[in-house]
């Protein structure tokens, strides 16, 4: 039997049940099929909590139990998830995708998807009206959609837009338990669901994504271009800012503001962040008998120490982390 719960958001809406057919016909109604396999039936512990917003739906939500969810034919809202504790994995479009906390996933209503919520999984799910995204899209572009809008689903929450959109998510939810929430005014709700949908617009890849940037801003100037396909060609070798201002073909000064204007960094740094990228792909697919000094080395950091603390502040998790990850298993 549901139960209302003496949980935050009270004025919101809040669902509690450890039955699961009646969790079953809660989410069916909402457009989702629930699959809790019998061994599991018994852990099930729902607790849903949930804001509302016109076209916008924030919710913190554990199982319990593990649970398989897919969304009926005719479902049309968009879905971010991310754990806060546990894993999620995902099935969408044959394309299989993990979430730990610091990681997310954006599933497009138009692609066949599964996911799949681990044991003792909670997490925060935020909704967003398939209209409300394609009407701002077409705002954005100027014209009518031709295609579905699907969105790439990975999502990273370390730094960037995704990790903008958790904050923004949960200081909404903080600030509706207020009596006189300034979000609750139908000006202010609707400024906050526009600048929600417009980061992922303009930062989530998706199929309309290189038009907008087209639109969005003038193409970086020749001398950044030849900087940055340099550096990108060079990552792994010993360059310092002498051959990246000589590939660029034009003076230094004039390179560093440019980099300022159309990337929002130095070269170098810009050249530092690139090679820790590469550091987390290849320990991302690292082999058994690849260690983090040897990944590590490669793409020029010496010096263990500095290197796993910036690693750290960058991706939210040390360089063994992500290896033991990687030579993890993939949800059930």
Known sequence: ????????????QIFVTRDAEEARAYLGVRGFQLDIPPRDAADL?????????????????????????????????????TPLRGRLCGSIANDDVSCQPGTAMLVSPTLDSLVR???????LNILLSGFVLRRQLAALLGEALKAPLEFA?????????????????????????????????????RSF???????LLLHQPHNYRDRLQRLERPAAPRD??????????????????????????????????HFRDFKGSSPMRYLRIARYEK?????????????????????GFTHMGRFSVEYRKRFGESPSETLRRRRGGSCQ
């Not at 669901?193 to 980061?199: I, N, P």
Request: glycine share 6%.
């Open 279 to 299: 550091v987390r792909e290849a320990l991302h697919r690292a082999e058994p008998e690849e260690g983090i000094t040897e990944v590590a080395a490669k793409w």
């Open 153 to 189: 689903a990975p999502l990273s929450l370390r730094e960037g837009h995704g990790q903008s959109l958790v904050r923004f998510a949960r200081l909404a939810m903080a600030d509706l338990e207020r009596p006189n929430s300034t979000l609750l005014e139908p000006i202010t709700a």
């Open 1 to 12: 039997m549901a139960r209302r719960a003496a949980l935050p958001l009270q004025r919101h």
């Open 117 to 123: 919520v681990e044991r003792n999984t909670a997490g």
């Open 45 to 81: 512990d729902m607790q849903l909590n949930s804001v509302f917003l016109p076209g916008l739906y924030i919710a913190r939500l554990k199982y319990g139990a593990a649970a398989k969810i897919r969304t009926s034919q005719n479902y049309d809202d968009y879905r971010f998830m």
């Open 224 to 257: 950044v271009k030849r900087a940055v396909e340099y550096m990108r060609a060079n990552l792994d070798a010993a360059i310092g800012l002498a051959e990246i201002v000589a590939a660029s073909g034009v003076p230094g000064r004039t390179l560093l503001q």
């Open 193 to 199: 669901r526009e600048f929600v949908t417009s980061a």
